[in-house]
């Protein structure tokens, strides 16, 4: 059972950034971020896969980044020029597959706790 420990998140004002990050027990091949906002559904963020391939909603793209430390099973989220509609309780997902679409959440076997960004406007 792979274990996913979030940590980061927190308040900014709108223009700010911040760092969310996810340490994952074991080594994983498909790693990513999902959302969800007051009274919504999940949603996609972002993806990585151990191939190198990176992945971005519409929403982000140019706005938040990917990294990732090999040596601690590590995917970080940088997020910047946060948006008040960014405000969500974050979640870290992963899969050893590469198979699937990486944005759909039926797809990824772990999950983590959560972390929660509000962006004060």
């Known amino acids: 059972q792979v274990r996913l420990a979030e940590s980061g998140g927190g308040s900014v004002q709108a223009g700010g950034s911040l760092r969310l990050s996810c340490e994952a027990s074991?080594?994983?091949?498909?790693m990513a971020w999902f959302r969800r906002g007051d009274g919504q559904g999940r949603e996609w963020v972002a993806a990585w896969s151990r191939h190198g391939n990176t992945y971005f909603t519409d929403s982000v793209k140019g706005r938040f980044a990917i990294s990732q430390e090999n040596a601690k099973n590590t995917l970080h989220l940088q997020m910047n020029n946060l948006k008040p509609e960014d405000t969500a309780m974050y979640y870290c997902?992963?899969?050893?597959?590469?198979?699937?679409?990486?944005?759909?959440?039926?797809?990824?076997?772990?999950w983590g706790q959560g972390a929660q960004v509000t962006v004060i406007s």
């Open positions: 997902a992963a899969r050893d597959s590469y198979g699937g679409s990486v944005d759909r959440e039926g797809t990824y076997n772990y």
């Open positions: 074991e080594i994983i091949n498909v």
